[in-house]
């Protein structure tokens, strides 16, 4: 089975991944993001919820990463990096998070309720699982469409791992035999919910073989081994195997949203190898084999803060909606909007 | 001593754990030390243990899992972590509870709690009022209290039911309302309540909109205008003589409701006045609920989503003008 053979693929000893840099500037890129988000809605300038994906930026940098034109990514509430990857800009996200009208979603849904469809990134709803059986028919109607070479990426959660909506939905992406990669991140809690009251089952991996998918796994916390995993499952995908299914293992390394202390979280836990920082672990793996120096990586971070302080700048300096002006209108069809007195 | 709408559901659910060893609560987070995404739990799985259940992501099965306990003599209790997100156990709320007891002479007790309506920056998907949606189906009582007292009597009651209710506990009156202590006495399920008496317009209303209405009705009392305002508090079974009887003192009726407009209880209350109680009409009766699109996230956008007291004032002046 592929998930004992990717297993524990160790990551010193390889030449690292091709992407390597490009994804780990991707994921200090989101970390530092999202610290300004935090900040901003510890500082009460962000109305609702801030939700980041501290801890899990190399498995959602690896989901974006390998994506092209013409690909589907759906992703969920952890997915700024994939979503950078994606191509995402910034400024959208910024946008999004300040409330500013000239956002992807203009002030109608906030925080990381947002995409663009029209590139290929779906805005997900709140319900967990529902994103999946969306993705399978973006690529249902592409084959009827006639393209060829594209992938739907879908991530999840153990939590959301649970809901009807995903059984559904990755059972009908097998009957179909559509190129869909779901990638589901064990953070091993989901809110304050720990796995023994979300799944009995030994390892969530093990789910493949009973959808007729072919299942992978990868150490959340370790770089190359995402960009391995998800990269050869992307591959496979592509090349017209069955559904993939990859389970990365991972902490939350921060609250549910910023509203949350996270308290509920055990010493024991927070001692386990995948408690580790993937992002820490990726510095030091460029450190060792100096792909980039203390003083280059001090760089790349300089030049990120710029990047995002600009962002930020400039959503902050754009009018937020008016309700007076908008458009009041949940249908496209002009004339069958019901006039309700 | 004084105990806030959310401590009052919290209280009451400590009271029928202590009192109903047949209770049990069923929902996610709802356990361990964190007590629940708005704390309705907190410290009630310590204190009865085995009996405050963290579930899976799972609403449908958590829904059918209270159903099949209810059928086996147990209370169950069931929390969304949102009202939105019980969309996902439509079919066995309306399917499988609903058409038990009509079916099979066994009834089915339920109790499903839907932390519910607006906050700011809560968004299409953390925001809903689903009680009129509920109120369609045919099986189910539907409850929204609107004050501390009925949050904590209501919810007491709900469980004693022998038949499922859904219970739409407003997160803004969370923290927003507070009573000196729990009530002593109680309105039974089924009966509204006139919270202001008046003579010159009534609104009719519910849950959070309720304090909208006082406060349009208090404004209004200034100039001399005095408006009633009733709270369905139940919205299945709906207390038509209630609020006839506020048609006949008032002659004017004014329905506002938080959830989306088209249908729904303001609707129906519409229906029932038009229809029993149209010679007590001075004026055609008015409606005023949220616009007909999703909830939005921003701020400005929300508050003129929702009906408010602005809003309000402008449509009972059109009604009054009549
Ligand atoms: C169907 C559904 N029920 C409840 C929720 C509320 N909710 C949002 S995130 C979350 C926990 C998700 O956990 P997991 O899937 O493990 O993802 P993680 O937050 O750990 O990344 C819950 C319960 C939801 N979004 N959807
Ligand atoms: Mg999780």
Redesign the interface.
């Known amino acids: 089975m592929l998930q004992t053979a990717e297993r524990g693929a160790s990551t010193s000893k390889k030449a690292p991944h091709e992407k390597y840099l490009e994804a780990f500037r991707i994921m200090l890129q989101t970390r530092i993001f999202e610290e300004k988000l935090a900040s901003l809605y510890r500082g009460g300038l962000i109305?609702?919820?801030v939700y980041i994906g501290r801890g899990q930026e190399a498995v959602s940098v690896s989901c974006g990463i390998f994506l092209q034109k013409g690909d589907v990514f759906a992703p969920l509430i952890r997915d700024q990096a994939g979503r950078s990857a994606f191509g995402e800009p910034l400024l959208d996200v910024a946008r999004t998070y300040l409330?500013s009208r000239l956002g992807p979603?203009r002030?109608?849904?906030?925080?990381i309720?947002r995409g663009c469809p029209k590139t290929g990134q779906l805005a997900m709803?709140?319900?967990?699982g529902a994103m999946i059986p969306v993705v399978v028919g973006k690529l249902l109607a592409k084959r009827m469409k006639g393209e060829k070479g594209f992938i739907g990426l879908t991530t999840i959660g153990e939590?959301?791992m649970?809901?009807?909506?995903t059984h559904e939905g990755m059972n009908i992406a097998a009957v179909e035999h559509v190129p869909l990669v779901l990638v589901a991140t064990n953070n091993h809690y989901?809110?304050?919910?720990p796995n023994d009251?979300?799944?009995a089952c030994a390892d969530l991996v093990d789910r493949a073989k009973g959808y007729g998918y072919e299942g992978s796994s990868a150490d959340g916390t370790d770089l190359t081994q995402c960009l391995d995993t998800i990269g050869a499952a992307v591959k496979r995908a592509r090349a017209g195997r069955p559904p993939q299914l990859v389970v990365a293992s991972t902490l939350r390394l921060a609250g549910h949203g910023e509203h949350d202390d996270a308290?509920?979280v055990t010493d024991d836990i927070r001692r386990e190898p995948f408690a580790q920082d993937s992002l820490q672990r990726a510095e030091q793996l460029i450190l060792e084999q100096e792909l980039l120096d203390r003083e280059g990586l001090q760089q790349m971070r300089a030049e990120i803060a710029a990047e995002v302080d600009e962002a930020v700048a400039t959503a902050q300096q754009e009018d937020?909606?008016?309700?007076?002006e908008?458009d009041?209108?949940?249908v496209s069809t002009r004339e069958l909007v019901?006039q309700?007195p | 001593m004084s105990v806030t709408y959310l401590e009052a559901i919290r209280e009451a659910q400590t009271y029928l754990l202590r009192e109903d060893k047949r209770v049990f609560i069923y929902g996610q987070d709802i356990a361990g030390k964190f007590g629940g995404a708005f704390k309705a739990t907190k410290g009630l799985a310590e204190q009865f243990p085995g009996r405050v259940l963290n579930t899976p992501i799972s609403e449908d099965a958590m829904v059918g899992t209270a159903i099949g306990a209810a059928m086996e003599g147990m209370r169950p209790i069931v929390e969304m972590q949102f009202a939105d997100f019980s969309s996902i156990a439509l079919n066995q709320i309306l399917n499988n509870a609903g058409t038990q007891y009509w079916r099979t002479q066994v009834p089915c007790p339920i109790t499903v709690r839907l932390p519910s309506g607006g906050t700011k920056g809560s968004g299409p998907f953390h925001s809903q009022s689903m009680e009129g949606l509920y109120s369609h189906y045919p099986g189910l009582v539907v409850v929204t209290p609107a004050t501390v007292e009925d949050a904590y009597t209501m919810l007491i009651d709900a469980v004693a039911i022998d038949d499922p209710v859904i219970y739409c506990e407003h997160k803004y009156l969370y923290y927003h309302l507070k009573a000196d202590a729990l009530p002593t006495e109680k309105l039974p399920i089924g009966k509204a309540r006139v919270v202001r008496p008046g003579r010159d317009l009534s609104i009719v209303t519910n849950s959070a909109m309720v304090h909208e209405a006082l406060a349009v009705a208090q404004q209004f009392s200034a100039d001399g205008i005095e408006i009633e305002v009733v709270d369905l508090r139940s919205v299945k079974p709906l207390d038509t003589g209630t609020v006839l009887a506020s048609v006949a003192r008032t002659g004017r009726l004014l329905c506002v409701g938080e959830a989306f407009p088209w249908g729904g209880v303001t609707a129906e209350v519409i229906a029932r006045v038009a229809s029993e109680g149209f010679h007590l009409l001075d004026a055609a009766p008015a409606r005023i609920n949220a616009k007909d699109t999703p909830i939005p996230y921003h701020p400005n956008l929300w508050s003129e989503h929702r009906p408010n007291a602005k809003t309000i004032a402008a449509k009972a002046r059109q009604v009054l003008a009549e």
């Not at chain 1, 709803?125 to 967990?128: E, F, M």
């Open positions: 109305t609702g919820g409330g979603m002030g109608r849904d906030g925080n309720h709803i709140s319900h967990l939590g959301g649970q809901t009807g909506a989901a809110y304050s919910t009251r979300q799944f308290s509920y937020a909606p008016v309700g007076s908008e009041w209108c949940a019901d309700i």
